[in-house]
């Protein structure tokens, strides 16, 4: 089999160290895009040791800084010479944050992170992609987009850059699902994009469920949330079951023709809500098989894309 490559963002913990491992065991040239070098290249020897034969490289990324972005692009497309696969793994959500924080660009942290700063690596790497036969790209998205099934829930788009941080109410948990949603978004329009260019990239998101957490992840949660997550951990799956997920969407033959869609962790496709009232919105808001439809508002869609242009450079093609 010829060697195929995949970029892996935030590789160094939880599902996307799990994928890191996945994906180096079935023989890919693994690419281990991180921000903390020093927790990568602990989770890169150990995956090493686990198989020898494994390709792995680590390369330094932050994913909510531009110049990051920037460097990291070019220092792949002058090392590797196609991209098969992109996973936008990394996220910030810092539990517990009360202070609305700005990335070095001047965007709201979560926003850089979880959405401006995918959006803008993909659009970098999008050359580097089509030299694959069978290119991919995939979102971690999150189960926190259901609570745009909320109709009065909605994405600041008017302060994202900070506009009104002193006269309205901080909340890293909004802010996370927020930016989750615009990431669903963006796959959505994304799709749209490629297929209007007849650029052959298949990009998804997977709406991703309930994992074993780390205790590092916990201690910063308020002491409520704290005990609640630990309860939780007894059940909540381990990330390797996820990074299953991520694998099976990535290469198998199922997905390959598959784009512009969100799919939840049991691999289904999920649907926009077509009822988002009494008994169905009940449905909605515990099931796995709908989505809000406000990401399907063509409104919505087309500010979103039309921000990540303006944020990101519209010098790119």
Request: glycine content about 6%.
């Amino acid at each position: 089999m010829e060697k195929k490559y995949v970029v892996i963002t935030g590789a160094n913990s939880g599902i996307g160290r799990a994928a890191a491992q996945k994906f180096a065991a079935e023989g890919y040239h693994v690419i281990m895009a991180c921000r903390n070098m020093e927790k990568g290249r602990a989770v890169q020897s150990e995956i090493i040791s686990r198989s020898p034969q494994a390709k792995v490289d680590l390369m330094e990324l932050n994913v909510s800084s531009f110049d990051s972005i920037r460097a990291f692009c070019s220092a792949y497309q002058a090392g590797y010479p196609r991209l098969d696969v992109l996973i936008h793994n990394a996220a910030y959500l810092n539990h517990g944050e009360k202070e609305y924080l700005l990335s070095a660009d001047g965007i709201e942290l979560s926003f850089a992170t979880n959405t401006f700063g995918p959006f803008l690596m993909t659009r970098l790497l999008e050359q580097h992609l089509v030299k694959s036969q069978d290119p991919r790209i995939l979102h971690a998205c999150t189960t926190n987009i259901k609570h745009f099934f909320d109709p009065k829930r909605e994405i600041d788009f008017d302060n994202l850059r900070g506009e009104y941080r002193d006269s309205r109410p901080y909340s890293v948990y909004k802010m996370y699902g927020d930016s989750k949603m615009a990431l669903l978004l963006l796959t959505i329009k994304m799709a749209e994009d490629y297929e209007r260019r007849g650029v052959p990239i298949k990009v998804n998101a997977l709406q991703i469920n309930r994992v074993k957490l780390s205790d590092e992840t916990i201690q910063k949660m308020s002491p409520r949330w704290r005990l609640m997550a630990r309860a939780q951990n007894w059940t909540n799956p381990l990330p390797s079951g996820m990074a299953e997920t991520y694998f099976n969407i990535c290469t198998s033959e199922e997905w390959r023709e598959v784009t512009g869609r969100l799919i939840n962790h049991k691999r289904e496709l999920v649907q926009p809500a077509s009822n988002e009232k009494g008994l169905a919105q009940i449905g909605n808001i515990f099931g796995a098989k709908t989505y809000p439809a406000y990401a399907t508002d063509v409104r919505n869609l087309e500010r979103m894309w039309s921000l990540g242009v303006e944020l990101t450079g519209n010098e790119i093609e």
